[in-house]
């Protein structure tokens, strides 16, 4: 039973923008904090931004601070990720998680659910 459905990778120039989603069903709906991490090819799983229910947290790794926007919007169990100016390091498979961890955690293993991922591919 897929649970997380994420969309809106591409391949876009430098100084682009992508708005990724993710659709929850199942389980995931109730998810009290929703994540982005991608990965990269030979490096290890990073977190992007994590997100609560109701948007008391809001959390972001310094790299991507002032061009990614995470955002939620539970009437259609859906999460998003606006990534603006992005740049060739952001290339990436882009990842979204859910997890019943409250703040919201920024290790992979915190999380309980993943979806397939979405390739988001800068060019330079």
């Known amino acids: 039973q897929v649970q997380l459905v994420e969309s809106g990778g591409g391949l876009v120039q430098a100084g682009g923008s992508l708005r990724l989603s993710c659709a929850a069903s199942?389980?995931?709906?109730?998810?009290?904090?929703m994540a982005w991490f991608r990965q990269a090819p030979g490096k290890e799983r990073e977190f992007i931004a994590a997100?609560?229910?109701?948007?008391?947290?809001?959390y972001y790794v310094d790299s991507v601070k002032g061009r990614f926007t995470i955002s939620r919007d539970n009437a259609k169990n859906t999460v998003y990720l606006q990534m603006d100016s992005l740049k060739p390091e952001d290339t990436a498979v882009y990842y979204c998680?859910?997890?019943?961890?409250?703040?919201?955690?920024?290790?992979?293993?915190?999380?309980?659910?993943w979806g397939q991922g979405t390739q988001v591919t800068v060019s330079s």
């Open positions: 998680a859910a997890t019943w961890t409250l703040p919201p955690p920024r290790m992979v293993g915190e999380y309980n659910y």
């Open positions: 997100i609560s229910r109701g948007g008391a947290y809001l």
């Open positions: 199942g389980r995931t709906v109730s998810a009290p904090a």
